[in-house]
């Protein structure tokens, strides 16, 4: 058996996030439908899943086969994917190596413009915020997600699942005229990311208090926040191994 680790990057805009789903166009589908077409004998495993309409800079796949694969496939699964998926780079791995199980964190980065600076063509791929945004502000409130916190009040959390996760990078930057959020963990959970930017940009507009967020994640309500930015300003930026 050979293992093939693939780096990919893909725009979420038209598709339902990336896990194979019934009905519906998803990056994973997107994928096998185009592996079919040029082998049969593969398993494929991925680092994460993300939502729809979520873009992914840099998204980590494994493709399992009893074949020895040229260059030359993964130039023609890379044809077949189209504009909207591109393979990045390829290289042969251990047996062993999973995307998910071996990946120590990923990075994730979420994109805002002001509604007034930004420009039609931006609209899928960063959240054109009509508030406007200080990143002094921003700035004082970055720190408070660092370490291993409860984010039970950031999730829909399936049952008995863990609301702990480790956060070891969360900062805002401004870069001309638009902002970025960078978050990095081992781990995340449903909507997380999403939902910690989106309490950012609440306390921004007052909704919400410096105290109240740092209560939620040492001493989390049962209710979650509804503070939810929109998929298309959040990347799947790099998966470290």
């Not at 994730?108 to 600076?117: G, H």
């Not at 070891?168 to 963990?185: A, Q, R």
């Amino acid at each position: 058996m050979n293992n093939y680790k693939i780096e990919i990057s893909y725009d979420g805009s038209l598709f339902h996030g990336f896990q194979k789903q019934l009905n519906v166009r998803t990056v994973q589908s997107e994928i096998e439908d185009s592996l079919k077409l040029i082998t049969q004998n593969y398993e494929l495993n991925y680092a994460g899943r993300t939502d729809a309409g979520v873009h992914a800079r840099s998204q980590i796949i494994s493709l399992k086969t009893i074949d020895n694969l040229e260059p030359s496939f993964f130039n023609s699964l890379d044809s077949l994917l189209g504009d909207e998926i591109k393979i990045k780079k390829f290289q042969k791995v251990k047996n062993s190596f999973h995307p998910r199980f071996n990946a120590k964190s990923r990075v994730y980065k979420y994109f805002l413009q002001p509604n007034d600076k930004g420009k039609p063509y931006n609209r899928n791929y960063r959240y054109l915020v009509k508030t406007p945004l200080e990143l002094d502000k921003l700035k004082s409130i970055e720190k408070i997600f660092l370490g291993r916190k409860n984010f039970k009040n950031f999730s829909k959390l399936r049952k008995g699942q863990d609301p702990f996760r480790e956060i070891s990078k969360s900062e805002w930057s401004k870069t001309n005229d638009y902002f970025v959020y960078t978050i990095e963990g081992s781990s995340f959970l449903h909507n997380m990311v999403r939902a910690i930017v989106g309490c950012q940009l609440a306390l921004q507009e007052n909704k919400i208090t410096k105290k109240e967020l740092k209560e939620s994640l040492e001493r989390p309500k049962e209710e979650r926040f509804n503070f939810i930015a929109p998929a298309h300003g959040l990347y799947l930026w790099k998966i470290k191994y």
